[in-house]
T-cell receptor, first 114, second 114 residues
Framework: GAGVSQSPSNKVTEKGKDVELRCDPI?????LYWYRQSLGQGLEFLIY????????KSGLPSDRFSAERTGGSVSTLTIQRTQQEDSAVYLC????????????FGPGTRLTVT | AQSVTQPDIHITVSEGASLELRCNYS??????LFWYVQSPGQGLQLLLK??????LVQGIKGFEAEFKRSQSSFNLRKPSVHWSDAAEYFC????????????FGTGTKLQVIP
């Protein structure tokens, strides 16, 4: 079956612009996660969704970052007024339930802020 | 808060040699433990996981990992490395009890030489 998909695969934007990153999880997966992977760093947890609600937003680095999920499916991560330090690969993962703890990752969106 | 340490940033092994990648964690109890692999241009893929029970767990692609509570370690091993194992490997921990924030290590990049 189809895996987790993310779009766009690459995004170059100018400092100060807003960007939206999209994640389509595996059909039926109730949990969805966003991570950020910077060069030479591990994966930094940003936020996760259980259904359409986000019990844990503690990883969002600033109020410029927000995320939503609709219909228990697609999620959008929005970064407002982008800064150069936002340049990274943004990874999305989904999990069939919140009890299995196994995450299936998408290929990521590489964001470059110039 | 939990943390994960992967002390080796880069490891080089010869094809056919054995491999051990180190992972140490810090957490108040025994967490759930994972190893993921990220091949060039690919998304992260789960290799294996430990929840409880037998401390030696088998994963895909011939990998295994051993949980040692006394050392707070979860090292990944493979008896004979193949060139296709060249990738970046991430150890991850998640608290037990349903809390979904997964903490990843900074990764170990494996190079395999013929």
């Amino acid at each position: 079956g189809a895996g987790v998909s993310q779009s766009p695969s690459n995004k170059v934007t100018e400092k100060g612009k807003d960007v939206e990153l999209r994640c389509d999880p595996i059909s039926g997966h109730t949990a969805l996660y966003w991570y950020r992977q910077s060069l030479g760093q591990g994966l930094e947890f940003l936020i996760y969704f259980q259904g359409n609600s986000a019990p844990d937003k503690s990883g969002l680095p600033s109020d410029r970052f927000s995320a939503e999920r609709t219909g228990g499916s697609v999620s959008t991560l929005t970064i407002q007024r982008t800064q150069q330090e936002d340049s990274a690969v943004y990874l999305c993962a989904s999990s069939p339930t919140t009890a299995t703890y196994e995450q299936y990752f998408g290929p990521g969106t590489r964001l470059t802020v110039t | 808060a939990q943390s994960v340490t992967q002390p080796d940033i880069h490891i080089t092994v010869s094809e056919g040699a054995s491999l051990e990648l180190r992972c140490n964690y810090s957490y108040g109890a025994t967490p759930y433990l994972f190893w993921y692999v990220q091949s060039p241009g690919q998304g992260l893929q789960l290799l294996l996981k430990y929840f409880s029970g037998d401390t030696l767990v088998q994963g895909i692609k011939g990998f295994e990992a051993e949980f040692k509570r006394s050392q707070s370690s979860f090292n990944l091993r493979k008896p004979s490395v193949h060139w296709s194992d060249a990738a970046e490997y991430f150890c991850a921990v998640e608290p037990t009890g349903g809390y979904q924030k997964v903490t990843f290590g900074t990764g170990t990049k494996l190079q395999v030489i013929p």
